[in-house]
């Protein structure tokens, strides 16, 4: 028991704390230009949407999703984005729920500019899989809450930490189910193309993609939801919208204005799951596949 | 040396080799000095899937390769286009030999010169089927009119111009496929690859676009390499079949000749059950005719070959060996009797039924009962080949239907030159025969 406890105590402290706490001041010092840029950009992005998304009446933006759904879904879908975007309207949080709206538009849009390209990449090269894989991995289990700190490191408090944060957090699932996708192809089509002499680009253009569309679209609605996951814990960091209405009613302990927040973003999620999942099924491959289960 | 491009093969493969693995080289180095890959190969983590490979394809003929599934086939069909680089030997393309093309080179060749029909189809699913008709014309780089028109003439000739607006999965099987047969077409190769291209269908539905993909070939004359593991399909299809085995080519002939002389045991086996009447023909069961007189050497002459060979009718050629007809007996008997001179008066085509030398065994059942006497077998140039007599048939019936194998060579007649049927045609009339000598019915195995 002694030798074990003494072996026990003798354990050193592996430091990964400090060298990444090293790497972050290291890259605050050296990278600053760099992180500026994104910042600008980002908040050239979200901010202008944000206003945008504000700007007419709640009512109007209402009718504008209500139509959204009916033209991709049908008048079922358009009727309910109608009441439950209605209801969120009636409330006195509709700007937050449209800024929470533009943040996870924006994250979705450069966590799939990410991902989309390396998920291609990744599919190509099983290589690069074997490295990339273990790395998503990490990304996804690391607790959200950790992104935050080297975030407001670099960025300082605002929308463009939370916004960062939710770009590394929501961008596995694009990389995964492209790759996915783009490997579930059948092999004999791709050799087909081959056969006739079409160059690796053009089959990945003509062939590979539009049959991979139907999963990369799952991809892509799996990364929309974990971007709206994450705006709560991005209000924290003075992301604003939703996140910001629900952890004030935390520290205030108002449950009714939690609860008003939380409504307001599963109906956010809901809508956006809906038509992001529409999109996915009026593809070419998507039709093709549902031709040959009914055959 | 400028060759013209007549006599240059389609394709020619030479020393062809493909191993899989870690130590392929190791392998290569075992193989080429003659090692068999079951015993020295064994401990090395390869797989040879083609050895040694040698053949060439001629320009306008169907070359079937025939074996069974892991013999090699398709792993041999896709270093044909260079889906697949060997890892030793040369494929030559119209004398050009791929295996030394870049990338780019290699795909411009497939353009232009190979297209290929898959096993199970290779569909765009998301795309028309005109679309997909038209694919290689696409990646060709046509304006879509142009396109457009030869990829509906190419669904037209296969039957499915009312399709082109469809997607593939609102087509048949067979219908798919022959949308891969118009992709193929459309392309305007003179080289097509099928790789197990019919198998996937239902054997009526097999049956059917056989014959379109024969009757096609009729009209295009495209030299088509077929890869199937169906016998059948290989006799029907096939001008010539090559038998692979484990990675090698055992045997490369006519469907005839593999059935008739089979190189080894295992062809031998593989064409144990097969309906040989449908593929042996006439000149497989045909035996060298007792009496043969020129006409021009007169009655008595007949007379005495009749006398000679105990039969009732001897068969009578005329220039250039060129079959005329019989004379009976009583005919030739009359005819001394009578004083006359010219057997061409009493030249009959009544007593024995002609076959040509290349219709199957099947078909020769009618006219053998019909016949007095031995039916006469007449090559394309109209001379006696030989002659089917009923027993003659009726042997070759019961030695087709047993092991091939078991058939030795049977002993041919000591006092004849030519060994062959074809060959006792151009000999002398006068031919002393050995009348009790027990005819062989398979006269392909004959020591020739």
Same mark, same amino acid.
């Given at each position: ?23 972050? $001041? ?16 980002? $908040? ?50 509709? $700007? ?176 956006? $799951? ?22 | ?62 070359? +079937? ?8 086939? /398709? ?27 870049? *990338? ?29 008709? /038209? ?32 997607? *593939? ?33 239902? *054997? ?109 009718? +001897? ?89 091939? /194998? ?43």
């Amino acid at each position: 028991m002694n030798i074990i406890e003494r072996i026990n105590d003798m354990l050193p402290y592996v430091r990964i704390g400090d060298a990444f706490t090293t790497g972050v $001041d290291w890259s605050r010092e050296h990278l600053s230009a760099v992180f500026d840029g994104i910042a600008a950009t980002v $908040d050239s992005l979200v901010e202008p949407l944000a206003s945008l998304l504000t700007t007419p009446p709640a009512i109007v933006m209402v009718l504008i999703f209500a139509g959204l759904g009916w033209w991709l879904r049908g008048w079922k879908f358009g009727l309910g984005t109608a009441l439950g975007l209605g209801m969120v309207a009636g409330m006195p949080i509709w $700007d937050q729920t449209m800024s929470t709206l533009a943040l996870v538009l924006v994250s979705s849009a450069l966590a799939l500019l990410l991902a989309v390209p390396l998920g291609i990449f990744i599919a190509e090269n099983p290589r690069a899989s074997a490295i990339v894989r273990p790395v998503l991995d990490l990304m996804q289990t690391m607790p959200a809450f950790v992104y935050l700190i080297p975030a407001i490191f670099f960025f300082g408090v605002g929308v463009v930490p939370g916004a960062l944060a939710t770009v590394v957090f929501s961008m596995p699932p694009g990389v995964r189910l492209t790759e996915l996708g783009l490997r579930q192809v059948d092999r004999e089509v791709v050799e087909a193309g081959e056969a006739f002499g079409a160059s690796p680009w053009k089959i990945l253009l003509r062939t590979k993609l539009p049959l991979a569309l139907p999963t990369i679209m799952t991809g892509v609605n799996q990364v929309i939801m974990l971007a709206l996951s994450m705006v709560v814990i991005a209000g924290m960091v003075g992301a604003g919208g939703l996140g910001e209405v629900i952890t004030t009613a935390l520290f205030r302990a108002q449950v009714g204005a939690g609860f008003e927040g939380g409504v307001a973003v599963v109906i956010l999620a809901v809508v956006l $799951d809906r038509l992001t999942d529409s999109i996915g099924a009026r593809t070419a491959a998507a039709k093709a596949q549902r031709a040959m289960q009914q055959a | 040396m400028p060759l013209g491009m007549e006599t240059v093969s389609a394709l020619r493969v030479k020393s062809l080799y493909k191993v899989y693995g870690n130590r392929a080289d190791k392998a290569m180095e075992l193989l080429k000095n003659g090692a068999h890959q079951d015993e020295k190969l064994a401990g090395l983590p390869v797989t040879a899937a083609v050895v040694d490979a040698n053949f060439e394809v001629r320009r306008g003929e169907i070359f +079937v390769v025939m074996g069974l599934s892991g013999s090699g086939k /398709s792993t041999l069909i896709r270093m044909l286009n260079g889906l697949l680089a060997p890892t030793h030997g040369t494929v030559e393309v119209d004398g050009i030999d791929i295996t030394k093309l870049k *990338p780019a080179a290699l795909r411009k060749l497939r353009r232009e010169k190979i297209s290929m029909v898959f096993q199970h189809f290779a569909l765009q699913p998301h795309r028309s089927v005109l679309d997909n008709a /038209s694919y290689a014309l696409e990646v060709a780089g046509l304006p879509r009119d142009e396109r457009r028109e030869k990829a509906l003439e190419a669904l037209r000739m296969v039957g499915l111009d009312g399709w082109a607006d469809k997607l *593939p999965q609102e087509l048949s099987g067979g219908m798919r496929q022959r949308v891969g047969l118009a992709r193929a077409l459309a392309a305007g190769t003179d080289i097509m690859l099928m790789d197990e291209a019919f198998s996937a269908l239902d *054997p009526l539905i097999r049956r059917e676009v056989q014959d379109q993909l024969l009757e096609l070939q009729a009209e295009l004359g495209k030299t088509i390499v077929f890869i199937t593991h169906d016998l059948n399909e290989a006799m029907r299809l096939g001008d010539r079949i090559a038998v692979m085995r484990a990675g090698r080519i055992v045997q490369i002939g006519t469907a005839e000749e593999i059935l008739t002389d089979p190189s080894n045991d295992y062809v031998a086996q593989f064409v144990a059950d097969v309906d040989r009447t449908r593929i042996l023909t006439a000149s497989a069961v045909m035996e060298r005719p007792l009496g043969v007189v020129d006409v021009n050497s007169g009655p008595r002459v007949a007379a005495r070959v009749l006398r000679e060979t105990q039969t009732s009718a +001897v068969y009578i050629t005329g220039r250039d060996k060129r079959y005329l007809g019989t004379v009976t007996a009583d005919a030739a008997a009359q005819a001394v009797r009578e004083g006359r001179k010219n057997l061409q008066e009493i030249v009959s085509t009544e007593y024995a039924r002609t076959v040509d030398d290349t219709t199957p065994v099947a078909d020769i059942f009618a006219p053998c009962a019909e016949s007095p006497a031995p039916v006469a077998v007449v090559d394309a140039a109209g001379r006696l080949a030989g002659v089917i007599p009923r027993v003659t048939l009726l042997s070759a019936l019961g030695s087709i239907s047993t092991d091939v /194998s078991e058939n030795t060579a049977t002993p041919e007649p000591t006092d004849v030159a030519g060994t062959t049927p074809a060959a006792s045609g151009t000999a002398a009339p006068e031919v002393p025969v050995q009348v009790g000598a027990q005819a062989p019915a398979r006269l392909t195995e004959g020591p020739a």
